[in-house]
């Protein structure tokens, strides 16, 4: 089975969400998926489909970059988490020291989006690290 048939509903996800330059590529055993959506709901519509397959979204065989296009510095991001806080790191990666946390509900402030999964934020208390993307609403 190719990984495009292994994640033929997130690239379905992707197609009906309506992402421009939509990128669906296998390479190495990693099936790529990139693309801007025009909100943050069409790139929620990707993520929840890998997340019906993996909800744990531990796979190393899909890489998923999808940005939110219109997303400028000072944009205000809520913070979209189950029920955790989210952790606001001081590098982008999971590695990286937690310098802060966010609540679910919480407004935040986009600094910039430094990579497809890592955005730089603030918090209304002044708290600036990298956020992972998915958990942050535009």
Known sequence: MSL????????????SAGLSD????????????????SNSASKDTVWNALGAIDPSYTATDINIDVQV??????A????DTDQSNLNIRQEPSTEAA???KAAKG???TLVEQSSE??????????EEGYAYSRYLKA
């Open 4 to 15: 495009q048939e292994k994640y033929a509903t997130v690239v379905s996800a992707a197609q």
């Open 22 to 37: 939509l990128s669906v590529q296998e390479q190495g055993g990693v099936l790529y998926i990139t693309g801007k959506a």
């Open 117 to 126: 999964d890592w955005w730089k934020i603030k918090t209304k208390d002044g």
């Open 106 to 108: 919480e407004v935040v």
């Open 76 to 79: 205000s991001l809520t913070v």
């Open 98 to 100: 937690v310098v802060g």
């Open 69 to 74: 296009s219109g997303l400028a510095a000072g």
